[in-house]
Every structure is written in structure tokens, then in C-alpha cells.
């Protein structure tokens, strides 16, 4: 019984440092928009809903999605997207925008 608790454990201490490091790396950056600008790009075509990016990448729906964010990357928007995999894996999407 140790063992899936620790296996908890680990996988929600993850999720949560993969949303610390997200946020760090999106301050650092200070070219995130805010949920309201997200709304408005997808609304006006500048970028793709998330769905829309997500089923472009063939991205499992299982998958519990943790953060999203958009961010200028070097001059082109990507989401980046933290999930939590069936598995218990955590990780960062980075996946283009438009």
C-alpha cells in the first residue's frame, strides 16, 4: 500500500514543480499573454484554439492538462502546456500556434 501513495506522491510533486518551472520560465520571458489576449487571438484567427492545436498534434485526450500558456518563442507563438500523462508523467508541450 506504500507504494502507490509514494507513486502519488512523486507524480504531484512533479505536476507541481512542472507548473513552478512554468510559470518561472514565462516571467523570464515576459512575452506570455494573458488569458483575455489569448481569447482575443484565437477569436480574431491570429492563433488556434487549444483544441485545435492539441487534435493537430495528435495529442492523447487522457492526458490531464496542468497549465497552458502562450508565449513568443524567437517570433513565433507557441502554447506551452503542461500535462499529466495516465501514467503519472509530467511534462511541457511546446507546440505552434498559428
Given at each position: 500500500?506504500?507504494?502507490?501513495i ?9 505536476a ?30 491570429q492563433?488556434m484554439?487549444l483544441?485545435?492545436?492539441?487534435a493537430?498534434?495528435?495529442i492523447d ?9 502562450v ?7 507557441v ?7 495516465p501514467?503519472g ?9 498559428q
Open positions: 500500500m506504500e507504494k502507490p509514494a507513486k502519488f506522491l512523486t507524480s504531484l510533486l512533479l507541481l514543480g512542472l507548473v513552478l518551472a512554468t510559470g518561472h520560465i514565462a516571467s523570464a520571458q515576459n512575452a506570455c499573454l494573458d488569458k483575455r489576449a489569448i481569447q482575443d487571438e484565437v477569436a480574431s484567427g492563433i484554439s483544441d485545435a492545436v492539441l493537430s498534434a495528435g485526450g487522457n492526458q490531464k492538462i496542468l497549465s497552458v500558456q508565449c513568443d518563442q524567437g517570433g513565433r507563438m502554447y506551452v502546456i503542461g500535462v499529466l500523462s501514467d508523467q509530467a511534462q511541457n508541450l511546446v507546440l505552434g500556434a
